[in-house]
């Protein structure tokens, strides 16, 4: 009797990826597809890592494939970006075993710099997507993707959402089956992408794609619901959720495969409905297609917006008219966003801000030192930018203009792309200071390990890269490791640091205060009768510490991890520390 389990889409998916025979997946975490990984390395079959970057992972799937296994990448919906290099020429060699690209989008953008819409890259690079609307169908479409992987000769992506990836839904759990290693024969036509090869398989892509567009009409992730023909529904992915819950007597074609589009079962559905919708989150891909087939009564961005994420309300609102009032609740607080207490970031901006230095920012949790009170990252672009846009300022402005500036990245992200960004610098004869925020994870998408920490997505301990040897082997001789909570020591070196007329790096070490196993033998307690309210504990912003009616200060010990900055801060001694539990 076959087992069923509530499951995260996310580890539905790996579910779905392990039952399907997969043998090497590879991956760089980002939210919201990091636990399909982390799902998928807890299988002892299944071959897991975490990889540098998300080019690095696609190209490594990309080998495994032409080995003849099956394999597969994940990523968010910027990754696809680092990945889009392999992805597009990998469009054109096709595979040897089925690969399967996870692309998980953030309507709403709940964790990401932008809102993108991985189906419009999909289209350009002529890849076919897969989009399933809950855990179960996340498990049978991952299956059904190596199928068509190996059935079309290409890659696959399967595009998730931020509320697919993380809602629940049962699943049932079946036998893991591998299809046997495809063997690999040399095929340089095939496989080696010179211009004179290229030519021959973009003409392979093309016919490949026209005969899915035919043979989707008869696909089983493809279906068309039949009820009220007033009214009817093109959707797809959790967007087809909303419109089952809102008008569950509404006729519906579910799209599975989201490209290439089933033009025949797409007019046919059209023909018998009034009324007809197209209803998608983000970009009009399905609604452009349809209105250029001459199908001019679909309505879609004209009343749903290509912004944020889509709900049932949205549509009782735009399609019924239902206007629905939500009175939130007066006393609930406002939750703005702010670094951890504790946090090692805290402490490095502290120092910036007492030293009025601006941060060219990047991607992480570091990201937080934009906002109020500290309000020292000036600019946050993509992983690896802050590194490439302080060496652009200096080459714009000069040695000078920079001096009140540093690029911030954190020891992940450094690993991502921050290494040729500094590589350039090098290279270029830069200068210019670099803080690397090294916390001994990746903390944003909590906490992964990389090639840094010395610890393998299965586990294994391994050599960690030396980041300040790596400097230094750059050709870096101005490279300095510094205590993160070690105000004077920070302030000393920015100050030289900046003011050197050189290419420098400070390496700022102390490990994310959210770390599994971490203890904090001290707290952090005021002295009423010492403090002079003069408010100077205040200015980082730990949320451990609040001011009293009075002007003192209380400090929270559930809340404190005893990293001691605000006693630093204090001049006059009013801040003790103490062991925990005192």
């Known amino acids: ?77 910027v990754g696809l970006n680092v990945a889009a290099d392999p992805l597009y020429t990998a469009a054109y060699t096709g595979v040897n075993g089925g690969m399967v690209l996870v692309v998980a989008d953030d309507p709403g953008m709940y964790s990401s710099q932008n809102e993108q819409d991985t189906r419009m890259v999909a289209r350009a690079a002529m890849v076919p997507v897969v989009e399933p609307s809950d855990s179960a169908e996340a498990k049978a479409f991952m299956k059904y993707a190596f199928e068509l992987s190996e059935t079309y000769d290409t890659p696959v992506i399967l595009r998730s959402t931020t509320r697919l990836s993380h809602s629940q839904g049962l699943v049932e759990l079946e036998e893991r089956k591998v299809p046997e290693d495809v063997p690999y024969e040399r095929n340089a036509a095939k496989f080696v992408m010179m211009p004179g090869n290229a030519i021959k398989r973009h003409l392979v892509v093309e016919a490949r794609m026209k005969k899915m567009a035919e043979d989707a009409v008869s696909m089983p992730i493809n279906r068309a619901e039949y009820r009220d023909l007033s009214v009817g529904f093109i959707t797809c992915g959790i967007a087809y959720q909303y419109v089952r819950e809102a008008m569950p007597d509404a006729s519906v074609l579910k799209l599975g495969l989201v490209n290439p589009l089933p033009r025949k079962l797409i007019e046919e559905f059209a023909a018998k409905v009034d009324r007809l919708y197209i209803f998608e989150e983000l970009e009009p891909v399905i609604e452009e297609q349809v209105k250029a087939w001459g199908i001019s009564k679909a309505v879609g961005k004209e009343i749903f917006t290509v912004q944020g994420e889509y709900s049932a309300n949205l549509l009782r609102e735009r399609v019924l008219g239902q206007k629905m009032e939500f009175t939130p609740e007066k006393d609930v607080p406002a939750r703005p966003p702010i670094l951890c207490p504790g946090c090692p970031h805290r402490s490095v901006f502290t120092a910036l801000k007492q030293l009025k230095i601006r941060a060219a920012g990047d991607i992480g949790c570091y990201t937080l030192g934009a906002v109020a009170p500290l309000g020292v990252i000036d600019t946050t672009i993509c992983m690896g930018a802050s590194i490439s846009s302080l060496h652009g300022m200096e080459k714009a402005k000069g040695t000078d203009y920079i001096k009140n500036w540093v690029a911030v990245i954190g020891d992940s992200t450094f690993m991502h792309t921050g290494v040729n960004s500094l590589m350039n610098m090098v290279y270029n004869q830069a200068k210019g200071t670099v803080i690397i925020l090294d916390n001994s994870t990746t903390g944003m998408t909590g906490h992964q390990d990389h090639a840094a920490t010395g610890k393998t997505l299965k586990g294994e301990i391994v050599p960690a890269i030396d980041i300040p040897a790596l400097c230094r082997a750059m050709g870096i001789s101005r490279v300095r490791e510094v205590n993160a909570f070690d105000q004077e020591a920070l302030v000393n070196a920015l100050r030289e640091e900046v003011n050197a007329d050189a290419l420098s790096v400070i390496i700022t070490q102390a490990p994310c205060a959210l770390l599994k196993g971490l203890k904090f033998p ?13 408010g100077a504990c205040l200015k980082p912003g730990c949320p451990a510490l609040t001011k009293n009616e009075d002007g003192t200060i209380s400090i929270d010990e559930t809340m404190c991890n005893g990293c001691g900055l605000c006693m630093q801060l204090c001049k006059f001694g009013a801040i003790e520390k103490i062991k925990a539990g005192e």
């Open 522 to 534: 001290d707290k952090c307690r005021p002295i009423p009768e010492k403090c002079k309210k003069c």
């Open 1 to 77: 009797m076959s087992e069923k389990k509530i499951l995260l889409g996310n580890e539905a998916i790996a579910r779905g990826a392990y039952e399907a025979g997969v043998k090497v997946s590879a991956a760089y975490p980002g939210t919201p597809s990091t636990e399909v990984s982390e799902a998928l390395a807890k299988y002892d079959e299944v071959y897991a890592e975490w990889s540098p970057n998300e080019k690095v992972a696609t190209e490594v799937a990309i080998g495994a494939s032409i080995a003849g296994v099956r394999s597969m990448c994940a990523m968010k919906h």
